[in-house]
């Protein structure tokens, strides 16, 4: 599910993000590749995705998370590059890598991704997302301007 949250590190902005790990679940991000509790999340090639800004192409996969299919992007020319932008609490919950990131995710707290997997500041980066700081569940995209075709289109 996608859900709107106050950022943790400044709880007057709100995010969007897609939720991939529920308290208790072991979350990983290997090789440009997500892991739920060790099950490796399918995700197939769907064509590409023209990005304006950059005047370019990225690799464009289905995703299947659960019952939920949804687009991810993935740039596979640009490599990877995992470290902490905080020190955030928990973060002794994640090990950071070469090859990715692992993290167990805390009781009374989620993990949140974008679905832009490489140009995507998400608790990767930033860490937990806290059950308090849930403002609720997104039920469709209403504006997507780098994506037109997807205004109001349910999500």
């Known amino acids: 599910d996608v859900f709107v949250f106050r950022y943790p590190v400044d709880p007057d902005v709100d995010y969007i993000k897609r939720v991939v790990g529920l308290p208790g679940d072991e979350i990983a991000y290997l090789d440009k590749k997500l892991y739920v509790n060790g099950q490796l999340v399918p995700h197939t090639r769907d064509g590409d995705y023209f ?32 470290r902490p932008q905080y020190q955030f609490p928990n973060l002794g919950n994640c090990q950071y890598s070469r090859d990715g990131v692992r993290c167990k995710v805390p009781e009374g ?28 569940k997104a039920f469709f995209i209403w504006m997507n301007f780098s994506d037109l075709s997807r205004i109001g289109r349910f999500n």
């Not at 192409?57 to 990877?80: T, W």
């Not at 707290?109 to 609720?136: C, K, L, T």
């Open 109 to 136: 707290q989620y993990f949140a991704m974008g679905d832009n997997r490489d140009n995507s500041a998400d608790s990767r980066y930033w860490g937990f997302v806290p059950e308090s700081n849930i403002v609720g």
């Open 51 to 82: 990005e304006p800004d950059r005047v370019s192409y990225i690799a464009q996969y289905k995703e299947k998370l659960g019952e939920v299919s949804h687009n991810i992007l993935l740039d596979e020319s640009r490599p990877q590059e995992y």
